[in-house]
């Protein structure tokens, strides 16, 4: 745990992070599926539900791209199955595509809080079964995605966007003997904030 | 820019209201108590101290809940020992009703010979055991299995068509913990098949798969005309008064089903996984029951033999020979308990998420044993073996 915290803490403080840049709040929904299969699906049934609150930092800046890390804080809740609270930092390119829109691709990874749904139960010494308190289970998360950004003020590039992402999400281990690997198709919907209005 | 930033609040609000309206609710709430008037004799039987015994053994032992109906040579005895519901510290009754997960392809099998016997409604007659699934099953349920034109409806009642078990699919699981409470409709479950290597050639060899009955169900409904959950009520569980049982999705399950647990991350605390769903309403599993009616289902199957036709009941225990060495598979039935000699028994054996069952009729011995355990699957866990002992020495008191 405390390893996981110190590699959180290295990301935070990576030299290369000078400046701020944006602050984004994303809202989506997750499915446990292969990765790439039933996407469709996620857009009109089984909702449970993701909330992100995140920040970028920029690494690298060039006239068409961008290299950029960020940092986020996350809640997912799927009913029956498990909530999970999610810490994870991810590394992406930003490419320009065309003004006012850009396409980016980030790989990340963190620590996830799991909680179970159901009841979980263990047998007392008496050899009666009681219900037994749930503090979560810790869990490696481990993400790959895919978003388009789009200015919402017209000629406006470093102003308020609204994004859309497509993240492949895994989480380990879920059950360490039969399902190491327990992945999640994401969809999120996101508002992004700049801090520094630079060129406005 | 304020239209821009106006439907952004819209889509915003939008997103909020579909995603907080998204929860499901359980198909099974907090469990009731019940009671039955059933006359029980249980504390004559010359075996009553040594069948408490065990019962209590396997609680301390860590089985949750567990009801047992016994009948011998010495009588009938009926008992139950744990919880059906630990979160609201409800006792397991032998009137607690539960998934019986594979029991279901017996009820099943049974049902498909009461519609061949009543050809003139149904079109189904023993003819048809040995035709392919193709003449009723429409294409497009069809279209991907391996060997689907070849495949006869006898090779899926005794698992001899080879076709790949839906239940052993990673992506059916993914769908389940997805969409635990999911109606399973034949052709959600048939995805997970299709395109899939058969296991072997029909015929060539036997091996278990949950897919031969949803095969079987489907060739009820396509046959008939009328989805064989209808069937299943008129032709069984009716006429037997079979007033316990319910089959799930298609019926709603009473407010005294127990509880199903499972030691799903493998650490010796059982998570409740009774809202998991693994395909429930299409032949393969889905029935809920409790020993009185599961009991009486046997003795009118196997032992007073008034389900089925003599000539049903002989095809039906027509079997052939597995790769288990104590395991035989008839038509929707199992040959079990074979390294028992003379001993052993036809019936069936349920496994699914939550909850495990056995059914069997020992007729050398003319006795029955039936239990009920709100703890499964089959899969490896710290009570499997556990729930293997139980049924062993449960057998050996039974026949002694």
Same mark, same amino acid.
């Given at each position: 745990m405390i390893n996981k915290l110190k590699i959180i803490v290295l990301i935070l403080t990576f030299p290369g992070v000078t400046a701020a840049n944006n602050i984004y709040f994303n809202i989506g929904n997750n499915h446990s599926s292969v990765p790439f299969k039933r996407f469709s699906k996620l857009i009109y049934s089984n909702f449970h539900p993701v909330y992100e609150l995140?920040?970028?930092?920029?690494?690298?800046?060039?006239?068409?791209?961008?290299?950029?890390?960020?940092?986020?804080?996350?809640?997912?809740?799927?009913?029956?199955?498990? *909530?999970?609270?999610?810490?994870? &930092?991810?590394?992406?390119?930003?490419?320009?595509?065309?003004?006012?829109?850009?396409?980016?691709?980030?790989?990340?990874?963190?620590?996830?809080?799991a909680f179970t749904a159901p009841e979980?139960?263990?047998?007392?010494?008496?050899?009666?079964?009681?219900?037994?308190?749930?503090?979560?289970?810790?869990?490696?998360?481990?993400?790959?995605?895919?978003?388009?950004?789009?200015?919402?003020?017209?000629?406006?590039?470093?102003?308020?966007?609204?994004?859309?992402?497509?993240?492949?999400?895994?989480? $380990?281990?879920?059950?360490?003997?039969?399902?190491?690997?327990?992945?999640?198709?994401?969809?999120?919907?996101?508002?992004i904030f700049p801090l520094h209005d630079k060129k406005l | 820019m304020i239209k821009n930033y106006k439907m952004i609040r819209i889509l915003t609000l939008i997103l909020f209201a579909i995603l907080f309206n998204s929860c499901k609710k359980p198909i099974i709430k907090?469990?009731?108590?019940? &009671?039955?008037?059933?006359?029980? $004799? *249980? &504390?004559?039987?010359?075996?009553? &101290?040594?069948?408490?015994?065990?019962?209590?053994?396997?609680?301390?032992?860590?089985?949750?809940?567990?009801?047992?109906?016994?009948?011998?040579?010495?009588?009938?005895?009926?008992?139950?020992?744990? *919880?059906?519901?630990?979160?609201?510290?409800?006792?397991?009754?032998?009137?607690?009703?539960?998934?019986?997960?594979?029991?279901?392809?017996?009820?099943?099998?049974?049902?498909?010979?009461k519609l061949i016997e009543d050809s003139t409604n149904t079109g189904l007659g023993y003819l048809s055991l040995s035709q392919p699934i193709n003449k009723w099953i429409p294409e497009k349920f069809l279209k991907g299995i391996a060997n689907a034109d070849k495949i006869t409806l006898a090779q899926c009642l005794n698992h001899s068509s080879g076709l790949y078990d839906v239940i052993k699919d990673n992506e059916f699981y993914l769908e389940v913990l997805n969409d635990p409470t999911k109606k399973w409709g034949p052709d959600d479950l048939l995805k997970f098949v299709k395109n899939k290597q058969a296991v072997f050639d029909p015929g060539a060899q036997y091996s278990y798969s949950n897919t031969n009955t949803l095969m079987v169900s489907l060739v009820i409904d396509f046959a008939t005309g009328k989805p064989h959950h209808l069937w299943l009520r008129e032709k069984i569980l009716n006429p037997l008064n079979l007033n316990n049982t319910f089959y799930q999705h298609h019926e709603n399950l009473p407010s005294n089903t127990a509880q199903g647990y499972f030691d799903l991350y493998q650490n010796k605390k059982p998570v409740n996984v009774s809202n998991y769903v693994t395909g429930s309403g299409s032949g393969y599993t889905g029935l809920y029951s409790n020993v009185y009616d599961l009991h009486k289902f046997l003795h009118a199957f196997l032992v007073d033999k008034t389900v089925v036709s003599t000539k049903s009941l002989q095809a039906i225990q027509t079997t052939g020979a597995t790769d288990i060495s104590d395991l035989n598979l008839g038509l929707g039935i199992m040959r079990r308990f074979q390294n028992r000699g003379a001993d052993f028994g036809w019936g069936h054996t349920g496994r699914?998420?939550?909850?495990?069952?056995?059914?069997?009729?020992?007729?050398?011995?003319?006795?029955?044993? $039936?239990?009920?355990?709100?703890?499964?699957?089959?899969?490896? *866990?710290?009570?499997?073996?556990?729930?293997?002992?139980?049924q062993k020495e449960l057998i050996d008191i039974v026949l002694q």
């Open positions: 995140g920040k970028t930092f920029d690494l690298k800046e060039k006239p068409n791209w961008t290299w950029f890390q960020t940092v986020n804080v996350g809640y997912f809740k799927h009913r029956f199955v498990q *909530s999970a609270i999610m810490i994870y &930092s991810e590394n992406g390119i930003n490419k320009k595509i065309v003004n006012g829109t850009s396409a980016n691709v980030k790989l990340g990874a963190g620590y996830m809080h979980i139960v263990q047998q007392n010494a008496a050899g009666d079964y009681e219900i037994k308190s749930d503090y979560g289970r810790p869990q490696i998360l481990l993400s790959l995605s895919f978003g388009i950004e789009q200015s919402i003020i017209k000629n406006v590039s470093n102003g308020p966007k609204i994004s859309l992402s497509y993240q492949i999400r895994v989480q $380990t281990p879920y059950v360490q003997s039969y399902v190491p690997l327990l992945p999640y198709n994401v969809l999120k919907f996101g508002l | 907090d469990t009731n108590n019940c &009671s039955t008037n059933y006359n029980d $004799t *249980s &504390s004559l039987h010359p075996q009553n &101290s040594q069948l408490k015994d065990l019962l209590n053994k396997y609680k301390q032992l860590g089985l949750p809940g567990i009801s047992v109906y016994i009948a011998n040579t010495k009588g009938s005895w009926i008992g139950s020992t744990g *919880s059906a519901d630990i979160a609201n510290g409800v006792n397991y009754k032998p009137c607690h009703v539960q998934k019986v997960a594979s029991l279901t392809k017996m009820f099943i099998g049974a049902l498909l010979f699914d998420l939550g909850y495990s069952a056995d059914l069997f009729y020992f007729p050398a011995r003319n006795a029955s044993v $039936t239990w009920c355990i709100n703890y499964g699957s089959d899969a490896e *866990s710290f009570l499997k073996p556990k729930i293997l002992a139980f």
